[in-house]
T-cell receptor, first 111, second 116 residues
Framework: GESVGLHLPTLSVQEGDNSIINCAYS??????FIWYKQESGKGPQFIIDIRSNMDKRQGQRVTVLLNKTVKHLSLQIAATQPGDSAVYFC??????????FGTGTSLTVIP | KAGVTQTPRYLIKTRGQQVTLSCSPISGHRSVSWYQQTPGQGLQFLFEYFSETQRNKGNFPGRFSGRQFSNSRSEMNVSTLELGDSALYLC???????????????FGPGTRLTVL
């Protein structure tokens, strides 16, 4: 299968600080990327997506950056809140219907 | 509107048995994908169904199969269970599946399968 990996398995940030979660992907044919958030006992929840024809996309308090040259994806969360504590996954897709996920980064927000 | 529902939520089986898991999509969603989630492997794609047809398939053995009904509900079946099949099985549904966030996948809470 595809190889989507995360640089850091855990990340701790102070409440109010910005968080950056990184992801490396391996398939240069992937042209659609999604970040998901998974809280304990729940299924993953869509946060933001980006197509390969873009290098940046912003949502509410979140920004996704895509660097196709080095096959790197990042998620930036502004003013991190305790409710942001969760596991974050990046996913890549070459088809739009079949996704390959990384193993996840656990984000802990310290009040 | 109601979210994605999966039944049962928890299941305990023994090696060699078979199991059937069910996923009911959000009303109007026709694409249903199944994933296996384990601590070491993360989420791995099993297969995706659209309009009762398997449209995409991941790299899992033939013991894993699925189907979709005319009302878009989907089932997945695992035969001859192995210890390594213990995992959280998630389904995700979308309008049609595709590139737009309009077709974003909504995940269910999952079925926790334990194989003894």
């Amino acid at each position: 299968g595809e190889s989507v990996g995360l640089h850091l398995p855990t990340l701790s940030v102070q409440e109010g600080d910005n968080s950056i979660i990184n992801c490396a992907y391996s398939n240069s044919a992937s042209d659609y990327f999604i970040w998901y958030k998974q809280e304990s006992g729940k299924g993953p929840q869509f946060i933001i997506d980006i197509r390969s024809n873009m290098d940046k996309r912003q949502g509410q308090r979140v920004t996704v950056l895509l660097n196709k040259t080095v096959k790197h994806l990042s998620l930036q969360i502004a003013a991190t809140q305790p409710g942001d504590s969760a596991v974050y996954f990046c996913a890549e897709s070459p088809t739009g219907n079949q996704f390959y996920f990384g193993t996840g980064t656990s984000l802990t927000v310290i009040p | 509107k109601a979210g994605v529902t999966q039944t049962p939520r928890y299941l305990i089986k023994t090696r060699g048995q078979q199991v059937t898991l069910s996923c009911s999509p959000i009303s109007g969603h026709r694409s249903v994908s199944w994933y296996q989630q384990t601590p070491g492997q993360g989420l791995q794609f099993l297969f995706e169904y659209f309009s009762e047809t398997q449209r995409n398939k991941g790299n899992f053995p033939g013991r894993f199969s699925g189907r979709q009904f005319s009302n878009s509900r989907s089932e997945m079946n695992v035969s001859t269970l192995e210890l390594g099949d213990s995992a959280l099985y998630l389904c995700a549904t979308a309008w049609t599946g595709g590139y737009s966030s309009y077709n974003e996948q909504f995940f269910g809470p999952g079925t926790r399968l334990t194989v003894l």
